[in-house]
């Protein structure tokens, strides 16, 4: 059953969608909230404030300046406490929205908005787009920053995540090979061990480009670190000509 509200935490403003049978509260099947509490909200909050973006977020952010920024909107998917998107808005993007499983980081995120007076131009909504991709508006930009090795089916995060960019499209991922193909094994069997329903995941790199190039966009960057990898794609069609039908 679909649970639907609208809440102005701090000013920010949130709608929330909790899908109740999958994600929420005692129904949280895949164990975000168990995963992703308040500590970890304070520990990205006390990071950010401290020493900024961490490196992957920083080339993300680069990739999208480098791009252009003027006046887009921007679409973060699992975009915790909002870093990317206040660095966003402080290069020239209009507008942000995030979307959350949990609702853990919201006081952090609120007060980071706040004290950067970007409050206003901040939206978040607990949703998960891959589930109910119909929900969530389109925007000029998605970002999605070390989200994909927490879901499941990358195909259907990623398609959603293209179909929403009218523009460019960035993800970070780790790189699939012996190393984290084993740490990703024993993450799970330790959190199997300690009874959590959380499951990390080393998807196959090709694989996700593919999905998002079977949206219509195409790969114009790409950055191979040992631990995260980005990808930035831009659609196809957005900023050619338009070929006119012949009279
Ligand atoms: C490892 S955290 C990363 C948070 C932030 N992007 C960062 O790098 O600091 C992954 C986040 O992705 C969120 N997430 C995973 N799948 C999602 C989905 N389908 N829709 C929205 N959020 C999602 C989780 O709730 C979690 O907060």
Not at 9 to 27: E, F, I, Y
Not at 123 to 144: C, F, M
Request: include cysteine; glycine fraction near 10%.
């Amino acid at each position: 059953m679909a649970q639907q509200a609208r809440l102005l935490l701090g000013g920010v403003h949130q709608r929330v969608h909790a899908d109740t049978a999958d994600m929420s509260g005692c129904c949280d099947s895949r164990g975000y909230n168990d995963m992703f509490g308040p500590r970890f909200a304070r520990h990205l909050a006390t990071r950010y404030r401290k020493r900024g973006l961490d490196k992957t977020a920083a080339r993300m952010v680069a990739y999208l300046v480098d791009r252009g920024l003027d006046g887009a909107s921007v679409l973060e998917i699992g975009g915790g406490v909002g870093a990317i998107q206040l660095e966003l808005l402080g290069q020239g993007a209009s507008r942000t929205t995030n979307l959350e499983l949990v609702d853990a980081y919201d006081t952090d995120a609120t007060n980071l908005a706040e004290k950067a007076g970007m409050r206003d131009r901040m939206t978040r909504s607990q949703v998960d787009i891959a589930a109910t991709p119909g929900e969530v508006e389109t925007h000029d930009i998605v970002v999605l920053h070390r989200v994909v090795c927490c879901y499941p089916d990358y195909e259907r995060l990623l398609t959603a995540a293209a179909d929403h960019a009218k523009r460019l499209l960035v993800f970070s991922h780790p790189p699939r090979n012996w190393v984290t193909r084993t740490l990703t094994r024993l993450e799970n069997v330790g959190f199997r061990l300690r009874g959590k329903s959380f499951r990390t995941f080393a998807h196959p790199p090709a694989a996700m480009v593919a999905v998002a190039e079977g949206r219509g966009m195409h790969t114009e960057y790409s950055y191979r670190g040992p631990v995260w990898q980005v990808v930035g794609l831009a659609r196809a069609t957005y900023g050619r000509p338009v070929e006119l039908e012949a009279p």
